[in-house]
């Protein structure tokens, strides 16, 4: 017993350290050597659609009308809000000089109601920048066009931004700011290395020309979420995405307030992975399964050789990996605007091995989900 599970301790040992110091790592190399941003910013079409978010609206629109950039618009996409966001728009969209907004009547069935919102968003968009963002998200400064804005060149047809959630007070927000940040981390430094395979649609650029292209959702019409990530799976890769992580483009989203509604959330989000390309799908699952090995090995090889001189060994190693991970993501932490504690990692580390084992088992067993907002 003791030799089958000491090859599985270090089978998983070695796995994380490689994934820790040659991919997560390349996040604190950032900013890399990029080229010079263009001479002139392109104009930007920033999207917003909303299901019923009046009051986010009322707080994000201004915020998003006086940002400090030279050629920009608002579209607000409203899908058949019915708490007086329409009415909203109508009175009171035209004191807004760059903002204007579409209704939506009669989504149609075969596609989600995100994803129709997104198309007729994009289709109505008078420029080839296209920057998204939530009703319930909020920018760092007046920068963040700008920010995300001169990153691309010809060249770079993607932006990925960074979107963390607000702090209050709570374990739940305590676990969702972790997991976003542990989230982030992982896209962003996979993109880095070379190998990007997924955005958050809270804070995220692409050209028009690269949506039509490609024929929009047209591959996964029939997959309830994916309007961000799955798209940026398929279309990104190393030579037309780059990662903005300068705080003035931050983009913080407030975060859910009850177990049901970021379980229902999460569900939806890790549904989608099932779609990712197989070299995407692999790399992810030798992360994750190897940290969940790590630390089943670890605890089952406690009894084994509490009494041993190879205990020495073990926590030897098991140090190593806890210390060179706290290092490197405590690096991170300070470039993503310090969003986590950085003294409470290596508990997150262990606790979030749970919710891999916890998300993963019910992404196996299939359900029937409607087609919804949030």
């Not at 930007?44 to 998003?64: A, R």
């Not at 075969?110 to 920048?129: F, R």
């Not at 649609?201 to 690269?210: D, E, T």
């Not at 379980?263 to 990712?276: L, N």
């Amino acid at each position: 017993m003791i030799p089958f599970l000491l090859i599985i301790f270090l089978l998983a040992l070695g796995i994380q350290l490689f994934y820790i110091i040659f991919v997560l790592a390349k996040i604190n190399k950032y900013p890399n050597l990029e080229e010079e941003p263009p001479a002139k910013l392109p104009a930007v079409s920033i999207i917003v659609c909303s299901w019923n978010e009046l009051s986010n609206l009322q707080e994000l629109i201004p915020l998003l009308n006086s940002q400090n950039y030279p050629t920009f618009e608002v579209i607000i996409v409203d899908d058949r809000s019915h708490d007086g966001t329409y009415d909203y728009l109508l009175t009171e969209s035209h004191c807004f000089e760059k903002v204007r907004f579409l209704r939506i009547e009669h989504p149609p069935e075969h596609l989600s109601p995100k994803k129709y919102a997104l198309t007729l968003g994009i289709k109505s968009a008078k420029y080839e920048v296209i920057l998204l963002t939530d009703a319930d998200c909020r920018p760092q400064s007046a920068l963040w066009i700008q920010g995300m804005a001169q990153l691309l060149n010809a060249q770079k047809d993607i932006v990925l931004g960074f979107s963390p959630y607000f702090s209050s007070k709570g374990f739940l927000n305590k676990l969702i700011r972790y997991e976003t940040f542990l989230t982030a981390l992982q896209y962003f430094s996979f993109a880095l290395y070379g190998m990007p395979y997924m955005g958050v649609g809270r804070n995220l650029m692409y050209r028009k020309s690269l949506f039509f292209n490609n024929r929009g959702f047209a591959k996964h019409t029939n997959i309830l979420g994916g309007d961000d990530d799955l798209f940026m799976n398929e279309v990104a890769n190393v030579h037309n995405t780059a990662v903005c992580l300068e705080p003035e483009t931050f983009m913080y989203s407030i975060p859910k307030e009850t177990w049901q509604d970021w379980y229902r959330q999460k569900t939806r989000h890790i549904s989608v992975s099932k779609y990712y390309k197989k070299e995407n799908k692999i790399a992810l699952g030798l992360l994750a399964s190897s940290q969940i090995l790590f630390w089943l090995s670890l605890i089952a090889l406690i009894p084994f050789v509490f009494f041993d001189l190879l205990k020495y060994w073990i926590i030897g190693l098991f140090l190593l990996r806890l210390i060179v991970h706290w290092v490197v993501l405590a690096s991170a932490n300070k470039l993503l605007d310090r969003t986590i504690s950085t003294i409470s990692i290596p508990c997150w580390d262990f606790l979030i091995t749970g919710y891999y084992l916890w998300m993963g088992l019910n992404n196996i067993v299939p359900k029937r989900r409607k087609m919804r907002w949030k």
